[in-house]
């Protein structure tokens, strides 16, 4: 049987083990559930990181293993759900090892808005050529979303006449002033149609609203200045999957 012989941690493509806790990394334990077939060791995730495993591995996120903390190999993902997240290691089942969560994807803060908030969310209606980018004057698409929001001024007329950019770069400043936070925080919802029927609908439109750990993400990195590069926000905010829904009264009106 394998001795899990460290803490697993969420880090970047070329981090070090254990520098998650600075990196805002999401602890989670490693539970055996014993070895699969040719006496390949299988185990899960235990407590509220299940959740997030299962929205991110396989989109940009891998768990290795390692007997020495140099050499690390890729482990088998065989479940993912909301209830259980199992994996098996196909290495030697007589040796103690770590474990290690690796991100393949932008490794910034923004990097990560960009691929696993706007890019499912966003870019497919705001893309070049839809009617939704032409009317907004917003392009979403990886290539191009940086540019379109930060330091720029909404299509919208109200917005404009408002003050508002779409993000801006002055920290707790832009964040009143954000149209994008306008646009997408819907636990503000009643205030926005009814003090801004001007600025059209919330954000995703016709899709469920991002979840409260996207919008604190969102949020973090507007209060640091919306950099393009570095990390500014915690990716363990990520694993609130909650979403705001009205009240029953409100949604009858």
């Known amino acids: 049987m394998v001795v899990v012989a460290g803490s697993a941690w969420v880090g ?49 996120f891998h768990v290795e293993s390692s007997t020495d903390l140099k050499q690390w190999h890729d482990v088998e993902l065989l479940k993912a759900t909301d209830e259980e997240t199992v994996f098996q290691d196909g290495g030697g089942s007589t040796k103690s090892r770590f474990y290690r ?30 009617t939704f980018a032409k009317q907004s004057d917003l392009i979403l698409t990886p290539d191009a979303a940086y540019g379109q ?16 950019e779409l993000v801006g770069t002055e920290g707790l400043a832009s964040v009143g002033k ?47 200045g919306a950099p393009e590069h570095g990390t500014v926000a915690k990716v363990s905010a990520l694993a609130n999957l909650e979403r705001y829904a009205p009240p029953p009264s409100a949604a009858l009106l």
């Open 12 to 60: 970047t493509a070329h981090g070090e083990h254990g520098q998650g806790h600075d990196r805002g990394g999401l602890e989670f334990a490693l539970k055996p559930k014993g070895l699969g077939q040719a006496g390949q060791f299988q185990f899960s995730v235990d407590g509220p990181a299940v959740n997030y495993f299962a929205q991110f591995l396989g989109d940009g």
């Open 101 to 130: 969560v690796r991100y393949e994807g932008g490794t910034s803060t923004w990097g990560i808005i960009r691929d696993r908030i706007l890019g499912p969310n966003c870019a497919g209606c705001h893309s070049e050529g839809t």
């Open 149 to 164: 929001l930060v330091n720029r001024k909404p299509a919208n007329t109200y917005a404009l006449d408002n003050g508002l």
């Open 178 to 224: 954000s149209f994008l936070w306008e646009k997408i925080n819907t636990a503000e919802g009643q205030h926005f149609y009814d003090d801004h029927p001007g600025y059209g609908s919330l954000m995703p439109l016709g899709m469920d609203p991002l979840t409260d750990g996207e919008l604190k993400f969102i949020l973090q990195w507007i209060l640091e």
